[in-house]
């Protein structure tokens, strides 16, 4: 059973213990074309589930990436700055953005499995 949970917008959580690695998702990331620059928030940073939590820039577009879940940005992936095609080489993997200390386990129950977000994208 996978441990990921994604949103309508297109970013999944990955827990682990108390701490959520956001990301956007491989469909997302086939979508933007070629990521060309991540702005991420500081450690530190309150997010709000919903609200804008980093910008991902590509060829083609910028987007918002929001937060999944509320809480507390506990670590960024600064390997992005230097590196942003990692968003499009490995989007679950060292393409992650985030990592978000849980305020509120029980906003996890909102998201979709991945049989869900694969009805989701027509997959």
Same mark, same amino acid.
């Given at each position: 059973?996978?441990?990921?949970?994604? +949103? /309508?917008?297109? #970013?999944?959580?990955? &827990? @682990?213990?108390?701490? *959520?690695?956001?990301?956007?998702?491989?469909?997302?990331?086939?979508?933007?074309?070629?990521?060309?620059?991540?702005?991420?928030?500081?450690?530190?940073?309150?997010? +709000? /589930?919903?609200? #804008?939590?980093?910008? &991902? @820039?590509?060829?083609? *577009?910028?987007?918002?990436?929001?937060?999944?879940?509320?809480?507390?940005?506990?670590?960024?992936?600064?390997?992005?700055?230097?590196?942003?095609?990692?968003?499009?080489?490995?989007?679950?993997?060292?393409?992650?953005?985030?990592?978000?200390?849980?305020?509120?386990?029980?906003?996890?129950?909102?998201?979709?499995?991945?049989?869900?977000?694969?009805?989701?994208?027509?997959?």
């Amino acid at each position: 059973m996978s441990t990921l949970r994604y +949103t /309508k917008d297109h #970013e999944y959580v990955r &827990v @682990e213990g108390d701490v *959520a690695v956001v990301g956007i998702t491989d469909f997302a990331q086939s979508q933007l074309g070629d990521v060309v620059y991540v702005e991420l928030p500081a450690a530190g940073k309150k997010v +709000t /589930k919903g609200g #804008e939590a980093a910008v &991902v @820039e590509s060829v083609k *577009a910028a987007s918002e990436v929001y937060a999944p879940v509320s809480g507390e940005v506990v670590e960024i992936n600064s390997e992005l700055e230097g590196t942003p095609a990692l968003v499009n080489e490995d989007p679950l993997g060292k393409g992650w953005f985030l990592k978000i200390r849980l305020s509120d386990a029980s906003e996890l129950e909102g998201l979709m499995d991945e049989a869900a977000y694969k009805s989701h994208v027509g997959e």
